[in-house]
């Protein structure tokens, strides 16, 4: 089965008696996830880590009934490591990532082959804002593996959600900053569905506001707002979003080419990074106020 996305091609796995199907291919994937580092020194979770990770998996499932994906193999508590600062950075440095000190000091929080990574921190509040976010990616990485044409790339080491990893391993990653913003999205539907009264923590806008690559959210908002009709809302395309999450699809990157042809081609390329936000938003050509939002949020990131 063979599907074109204006200029990537994905290639799809058809069941049938002698080959798995997607919905077995994605829960494989959790049974054989095993913890690739294993001399980094853990924290035991606290109590409040251990109410706050069990409350998460519960409205995690509640919010995958409610976007009628009941069938998502739940995350397991031992896909959680908790490292203090020092060895989150040496995590950093063994995944390669660059500028690991820097980055260490930025992130609270990674994914890496299935297992959630937490840097050890004071702020329940933050804990609890950071912690559904990583949930949600260790969610998006049951996508299925697919192979692709795009810009002369022939194929992908995988596809996560709904960013493609391309060979060879300096490959481009294509989507990242979509797949990022996704994540975010669907990390809120999950802490709306948070009791934090039950976790002894007062409400707090940080709980519920995107508390991740804000201007990537303004980008897509913006280009949510200008696709949804009476008939299908916005709530309607936030949800579409969240399933293509979850089944790597791209149903409202479609709708968005659809609405102006070359947006795919622009948020292929746009990275994670705050200011790659901007320069999307200059090339998709969105309103000046939008742009002027953008920079000034970047102001207060510097």
Not at 92 to 106: C, F, M, P
Not at 128 to 146: I, K, N, T
Request: with cysteine; hydrophobic share 35%; aromatic share 8%.
């Amino acid at each position: 089965m063979r599907e074109k996305y204006f200029g990537l091609y994905t290639t799809g796995k058809i069941p049938d008696r002698n080959k798995p199907t997607l919905e077995s291919i994605r829960k494989s994937r959790f049974e054989k996830i095993e913890t690739p580092f294993h001399d980094l020194s853990e924290l035991p979770p606290n109590a409040f880590e251990q109410k706050t990770i069990d409350e998460c998996f519960r409205a995690l499932k509640q919010f995958c009934d409610a976007i009628d994906e009941p069938d998502v193999p739940m995350p397991k508590p031992n896909q959680i490591h908790i490292l203090p600062s020092m060895e989150y950075h040496r995590l950093l440095e063994k995944v390669g990532e660059d500028q690991a000190r820097s980055r260490a000091e930025q992130t609270n929080g990674m994914v890496h082959k299935g297992h959630i990574y937490l840097k050890k921190l004071l702020d329940q509040n933050r804990f609890a804002v950071v912690l559904p976010h990583e949930v949600a990616h260790v969610v998006s990485f049951q996508s299925e593996h697919v192979a692709f044409s795009w810009k002369g790339v022939e194929r992908t080491d995988r596809q996560i959600g709904s960013q493609f990893l391309t060979k060879p391993k300096d490959g481009e990653a294509l989507f990242s900053g979509v797949h990022e913003i996704q994540t975010e999205m669907f990390a809120m539907g999950i802490r709306h569905l948070m009791d934090f009264s039950s976790l002894g923590l007062k409400d707090d806008p940080q709980l519920h506001n995107p508390s991740a690559y804000l201007t990537h959210f303004i980008v897509w908002t913006a280009l949510l707002k200008e696709i949804y009709t009476a008939e299908h809302g916005l709530g309607y395309w936030m949800t579409m979003s969240n399933k293509d999450l979850l089944r790597g699809t791209y149903r409202v990157l479609k709708a968005m080419e659809t609405k102006n042809k070359g947006t795919v081609k622009i948020l292929a390329a746009m990275g994670s990074e705050p200011e790659d936000a901007l320069e999307a938003a200059q090339a998709l050509g969105l309103d000046q106020e939008t742009i002027d939002t953008i920079k000034q949020l970047l102001e207060t990131l510097e």
